[in-house]
């Protein structure tokens, strides 16, 4: 079955310490997102790739960072620098030029011990 | 700044009645607008999604209307049924395939 696969599903992580958020998606999409997403809140970009080696801040990206070496593959790592990290996580994707939606994972929780 | 405003945080209705969510847009280069459907701890499912050279759009019982003129959109539920009580967010971006930009979405309750 084609889709995107957020791995792992909970995480936990000590104050100070990175942390790598996996997305993978067999759906040969060009385009991939990452969205955080607060209580109450909408869906916040954090980063976003539209082709292999290539990516673009989004609206909220200090403390995080991005890498996109394969096209089925955008980590998202949680740096200490990111003050409030507990959120839900969300990665898309969707083709490029093309109109059809962004496709969603099912997202990870991040939560500060 | 939030470009995309749903201003109703709740919605609830009856079995069998129209659900009507609302959302407005205040960048006029926004081009194509979704309406996502989520449930808690789960990612959000597509909906239905409208571009700007079409007014309405419907697919089985969502529809969704779009005034541009009024920067305003809305979507149609109709007969509504208890699966549909989630969280419903409105999107845009300036271009198909573009990143969105995410309303705060509308929890809408179903009751039987």
């Known amino acids: 079955d084609g889709g995107i696969t957020q791995s792992p599903k909970y995480l936990f992580r000590k104050e100070g310490q990175n942390v790598t958020l996996s997305c993978e998606q067999n759906?040969?999409?060009?385009?991939m997102y990452w969205y955080r997403q607060d209580p109450g809140q909408g869906l916040r970009l954090i980063y976003y790739s539209q082709i292999v080696n290539d990516f673009q801040k989004g609206d909220i990206a200090e403390g995080y960072s991005v890498s996109r070496e394969k096209k089925e593959s955008f980590p998202l790592t949680v740096t200490s620098a990111q003050k409030n990290p507990t959120a839900f996580y969300l990665c898309?994707?969707?083709?490029?030029?093309?109109?059809?939606?962004?496709?969603f994972g099912d997202g990870t929780r991040l939560s500060i011990l | 700044d939030q470009q995309v405003k749903q201003n109703s945080p709740s919605l609830s209705v009856q079995e069998g009645r129209i659900s009507i969510l609302n959302c407005d847009y205040t960048n006029s280069m926004f081009d194509y607008f979704l309406w996502y459907k989520k449930y808690p701890a789960e990612g959000p499912t597509f909906l239905i999604s409208?571009?700007?050279?079409?007014d309405k759009n419907e697919d089985g019982r969502f529809t969704v209307f779009l005034n541009k003129s009024a920067k305003h959109l809305s979507l149609h539920i109709v007969p509504s049924q208890p699966g549909d009580s989630a969280v419903y967010f409105c999107a845009a971006s300036e271009r198909p395939g573009y990143a969105l930009n995410f309303g705060k979405g509308t929890s809408l309750l179903v009751t039987p």
């Open positions: 759906l040969n999409h060009d385009a």
């Open positions: 898309a994707s969707n083709p490029r030029d093309i109109n059809q939606p962004q496709h």
């Open positions: 409208i571009s700007s050279i079409k």
